[in-house]
C-alpha cells in the first residue's frame, strides 16, 4: 500500500468510526475532550489525538486507526485496511458535552493558574460538592485544603493538585458535578495526601478515591494516599516506583473494583516486586473508594433511623385497653 493512500484513509476514517462499527459505547462519565473512553463489556479503549489514536488502558497496546482494526479483530495489516476502506463516510455517534471548551491563557503557566484560584470555604461551591454529593467529612477536606491540595474550580467543581517530588504543582484534576477532567496544559504526576516519607503506599485512581480511602482507614498516620489521576503517565510511574524504592515501604494497590482497577493492579504488583517491597491488593466492595464511603454513609443513616425509631417506640406510653 502506498503512503499517499494510508495516509489519506488515515485521515477519512477515524478510530471513533471503528469502534462504533464494532459496538463500542462513549463512557461520557469517564470522558475528556481529549480523551474518549469507549467501553464493549470489560473492554476499554481510550480515543487520542482528536480521534486519530487510540490506546488500550488495560495494555500497551495503541496506535492508529488501522492498528485498532487489528486490535478488535486480530487480524493482519491487509484485513485491517480493508476494514477501515470500508468505513469512509461512516458517521460515528458524537459524545454530546455539556459545557464549551475552556480557552486557557498562554501567558500563565501551571502554577500561576492554581495560585491565582480560591481555596474552598464553609458554604462554597466547592465545598457542598465534597461535602455532600461525595460525602467526605469536614476534618478531611479542611486537611486538604491545610495542605494546599484543593482549589475552587469553575461550575462548583474541585481542583485536586498533582505535584512532582519536589513539591511543584504539575498539573490538577478537575471533579465537579457535571464535568471531569485533568487540567488544560498540565502533566499528571501524583495528587498526594498523608504522610510524605510513608511506610505504606496506597495506589488510588482519582484524588476523591484517595481522600475516601484516607476516611475509611482512619487515615493512618503510617500512610500516604495518592491517586494516579485515572491514567499511567511516566512521570506517574517513576513517582510511584521512586516511593516503592524507599525502604520497608509496603505498596498498596488500592484501584478501583473493575478490569482497568485489576489491571493497574496488576503493574503496581510488578512495580513492587521490581523494588523487592511489599504488596498488598486492597479493593473496595463498591466499584471505587467513593462509592464505598457513600454506602457506609448510607447504612449509618439508616442505623441512626432504626436506633431513634426503637427508642420512640419504647418512649410511648402503653396504650389504655
Known sequence: MEQDERNELRNRVFCAAALDEAGY???LKESTRRAVKYRHGDKIVIVIHGGKGWFDPLSDAKGDVFSLMTHLYGVGFPE???????????????????RQARQRDPDR?????????????PGSTTW??????RHLPEAVVRAAIRHDL??????????????????????WEERGPEWRGFSTGGAKNLFRFGRCDPLRLCVTEAAIDAMSLAVL??????????????GWAHATNAAIRLLAAREDVLLVAATDNNAQGHAYADRLEAIADEAGCGFERLRPQEDDWNA????RAKNQAKGRKREEETR????RPPRQG
Open 25 to 27: 459505547a462513549i463512557d
Open 80 to 98: 485491517a485496511k480493508m476494514r477501515v476502506g470500508r468505513l469512509v463516510g461512516y458517521e460515528p455517534r458524537q459524545p454530546v458535552w455539556k
Open 109 to 121: 503557566g501551571v502554577a500561576e493558574r492554581w495560585s491565582a484560584r480560591r481555596n474552598p470555604w
Open 128 to 133: 457542598r460538592y465534597l461535602r455532600n454529593e
Open 150 to 171: 484543593l482549589r475552587e474550580g469553575p461550575c462548583g467543581s474541585m481542583w485536586a493538585a498533582h505535584r512532582d517530588g519536589a513539591g511543584m504543582v504539575t498539573g
Open 217 to 230: 482507614e482512619g487515615a493512618r498516620r503510617d500512610s500516604l494516599y495518592v491517586s494516579t489521576g485515572g
Open 292 to 295: 464505598e464511603l457513600k454506602a
Open 312 to 315: 420512640l417506640s419504647h418512649a
